[in-house]
């Protein structure tokens, strides 16, 4: 199993169609493949949850996981932005909005995600082309 090297990783509900919309939303816009994925259901997934001392049956919150920290929520969405470059780094701006409100709206959109976006019977698989951005 990798854990991503020294590349970020983003674990994401893999059967979560808004969560499977984010993913190829960012690898377009990504084109040096520094963002690496996993479903959080995924034996990589739960080994990385496990490994930062986060419940892996935690499926409610994306998280990333770079330079050998770990982002939940609306920390996790802000960080990836960052990466992305700009204009998606303008989402830094968020930091303002306090953390508890930030989340609290994160949670909100969470808990409804399957009656709004609805939901996979499987976890999503990627497109040979990006296969490799994905962790077994």
């Given at each position: ?24 939303f960012i ?83 969470a808990a ?13 698989l990627p ?10």
């Amino acid at each position: 199993m990798s854990d991503g090297g020294d590349h970020p990783v983003l674990l994401f509900d893999g059967v979560c169609n808004l969560c499977n919309g984010v993913v190829q939303f960012i690898i377009p816009r990504d084109p040096e493949g520094r963002i690496r994925f996993a479903p959080l259901q995924s034996a990589a997934g739960k080994a990385l949850l496990s490994g930062h001392g986060l419940p892996p049956s935690d499926l409610d919150s994306v998280v990333l996981v770079a330079d050998g920290e770990v982002y939940r929520k609306s920390n996790a969405v802000i960080r990836v932005a960052e990466l992305l470059g700009w204009p998606y780094r303008a989402a830094a701006v968020g930091r303002a909005v306090p953390e508890s409100v930030r989340d609290t709206l994160y949670d909100v959109i969470a808990a409804n995600r399957y009656d709004v976006f609805g939901r996979k019977d499987q976890c999503m698989l990627p497109d040979d082309d990006v296969s490799d951005r994905f962790l077994d």
